[in-house]
């Protein structure tokens, strides 16, 4: 079992930063690769970054791809989410994933916990 609490959202301006963290007790924390998601409101989940169990493979969809860094301190049993050049467009609840194995990992049911969410607002 992991226990994942997402936090650091807020409201932000257009082209602005925020840093996202996901605190994660409960099993190995490296023994997960570990996802950010967001869901804006009357939408489907969506995949925004994913991250291998040491950190060393990243991948992002392509509406984040050189705005979002996503990394990992296993040493603390934190993942981050580095959101730079922020637009209205990002504004959605943002929640963290652990899932067994690195493969499928845009895949959203493929993940076995979950956090609650925090939210992230942008304003133009």
């Known amino acids: 079992q992991v226990q994942l609490v997402e936090s650091g959202g807020g409201l932000v301006q257009a082209g602005g930063s925020l840093r996202l963290s996901c605190a994660a007790s409960g099993r190995t924390f490296s023994e997960y690769p570990l996802g950010w998601f967001r869901q804006a409101p009357g939408k489907e989940r969506e995949f925004v970054a994913a991250i291998d169990y040491s950190g060393d493979n990243t991948r992002y969809s392509d509406s984040v791809k050189g705005r979002f860094a996503i990394s990992r301190d296993n040493a603390k049993n934190t993942v981050y989410l580095q959101m730079n050049s922020l637009t209205p467009e990002d504004t959605a609840v943002y929640y963290c994933?652990?899932?067994?194995?690195?493969?499928?990992?845009?895949?959203?049911?493929?993940?076995?916990?979950w956090g609650q969410g925090t939210e992230v607002t942008v304003s133009s």
């Open positions: 994933g652990a899932k067994p194995e690195w493969g499928y990992i845009w895949y959203a049911p493929g993940y076995d916990y």
